[in-house]
């Protein structure tokens, strides 16, 4: 396990080193972060996607095991939020982020790294499943919680502009209609999407802030059990319940712990969210996330085997 969590622990630890080095260059990170977020990453979405090979059955398992215990997530926060009577609005919404949206660029980086081919294909495709939901979850809750007011369209256009939403989609249409893609283009993109890895985890680690002492311990110690043990063990549940397979299961649990998404900050500065808070999260799951995710796939796999 320490293979797989050191290399990651590393490359995350050289984008903390390249944030605060005098010798990176200005606009260092924005470049690194358009380029894997715009290029990188739906190339490597788009050619894994078009290549998966999945039964419609797993598909279907796919979609109840990470939508079903993300749903119950969102109800569960909503019915504790009514409860937490002197917690501010703004961190509401950071709560509700915190605990549902998953860090894409941690989950494709470390899917690539910990998982063969066709089990990574399936995170990136539980990713596609997923992102639309948690946006749109995020959206109305910063809208709700953050005096905002944002229409269905604008709520529908922020997802439709999602270009890992939109890879992945393209993907899975070519694949269905069983379009064949020329060598010289799948092997181009499978290049490009190398890039992927190293610059999505430096990404994670230029993001992460050390300062925690804004936030109370008690919430980001909830929101982080929340996240990143209650979810993948009410994923795990669900998937036995359904007779999943061990891959399904694998991809679908992986999914449901990742820590929350680095760009919750950006959301929640912009729309009223308690960025702090949000902050402090994205840095603690990050954090913890470096040991709870190989872990609890190395006791999936031990107990369970592909």
């Known amino acids: 396990m320490l293979n797989y969590t050191f290399p990651i622990l590393l490359i995350v630890l050289l984008g903390v080193w390249a944030r605060h080095s005098p010798r990176t260059p200005p606009g260092f990170f924005a470049a690194i972060e358009w380029f894997a977020f715009y290029i990188a990453f739906p190339a490597l979405l788009f050619a894994s996607t078009a290549q998966l090979t999945f039964a419609a059955g797993d598909l279907q398992l796919l979609v109840q095991a990470t939508l079903l215990p993300t749903l119950g997530m969102v109800a569960l926060l ?3 939020l009514r409860l937490a009577t002197r917690l501010p609005d703004p961190s509401r919404s950071s709560l509700i982020q915190g605990c549902v949206r998953p860090s894409t660029y941690f989950g494709l980086a470390v899917a690539t790294l910990l998982f063969p081919p066709d089990i990574a294909a399936l995170v990136m495709l539980a990713l596609a499943i997923c992102l639309p939901l948690v ?21 529908l256009r922020k997802v439709l502009e999602n270009p890992i939403i939109l890879a992945t989609a393209a993907g899975a249409l070519v694949n269905v209609l069983d379009w064949p893609l020329p060598l010289f283009l799948l092997n181009t993109l499978h290049i490009v999407g190398d890039a992927a890895l190293v610059l999505g985890l430096m990404s994670v ?23 990143l043990l ?29 820590p929350t998404a680095p760009n919750g900050y950006i959301m929640a500065r ?5 960025a702090p808070l949000m902050a402090a999260q994205i840095t603690l799951q990050t954090l913890l996330a470096m040991l709870t995710v190989p872990l609890l796939q190395w006791v999936l796999q031990a107990v369970w085997p592909a």
């Open 78 to 80: 909503l019915l504790g």
């Open 205 to 227: 680690g230029g993001g992460l802030v050390f300062n925690l002492a804004q936030s109370p311990p008690r919430l980001l110690a909830l929101t982080a059990t929340l996240k």
């Open 230 to 258: 209650a979810l993948p063990l009410l994923t795990l549940l669900l998937c036995r319940w359904l007779d999943a397979s061990p891959a399904v299961t694998l991809a679908a649990c992986f999914y449901s712990g990742l």
């Open 135 to 155: 946006n749109v979850v995020a959206v109305v809750a910063l809208a709700w919680w953050g005096g905002q007011s944002l229409g269905a369209w604008q709520v």
């Open 270 to 274: 912009q729309m009223g969210g308690d």
